[in-house]
């Protein structure tokens, strides 16, 4: 069986839909937590040390709440769409950042790939907002 034209382009919005209402769930469930946390997500092996520079350096902030790194093997932008991470370690060209809001943090011009931290602009919570400050600064 092949899908039609119009068949693929309503299955790829309703894959887009259900992440987001899964994603959406997946924050809800942690705001209404006792035990706070924020949530970045990276390719394991791709960002070199800078995931726990970023943690530890976070972690020394005031107010700080608990981190917990999620890694996967390729294409972590889709962590960020199925809600599995409330910001996410990109390499542009390599990652998808279309739909997300985008802050550069390093770019290696010998290999022509730029580092930078995305996330759902729909969800920047106080705790992401820290976050993303102190990914700047490291």
Not at 17 to 32: F, S
Not at 61 to 90: F, I, K, N, T
Not at 106 to 126: C, G, L, N
Request: charged share 20%; glycine share 6%; with cysteine.
């Amino acid at each position: 069986m092949t899908l039609t034209e119009p068949g693929s382009a309503l299955l790829a919005e309703g894959r887009a839909i259900l992440n987001a209402v899964a994603a959406a769930e997946r924050r809800t469930r942690q705001a209404a937590t006792d035990d706070p946390k924020v949530v970045p997500g990276a390719k394991a092996g791709a960002s070199g040390e800078l995931p726990a520079k970023l943690r530890d350096a976070y972690a020394a902030e005031p107010g700080a709440v608990g981190v917990e790194l999620v890694l996967c093997e390729s294409q972590p932008q889709l962590l960020l769409r199925d809600g599995q991470a409330d910001m996410a370690l990109l390499h542009e060209p390599y990652d998808s950042t279309v739909g997300f809001d985008t802050e550069v943090l390093h770019s290696q011009d010998q290999i022509a790939v730029t580092t930078v931290i995305a996330w759902p602009p729909h969800s920047r919570s106080r705790a992401v907002a820290d976050l993303i400050r102190v990914a700047t600064r490291v």
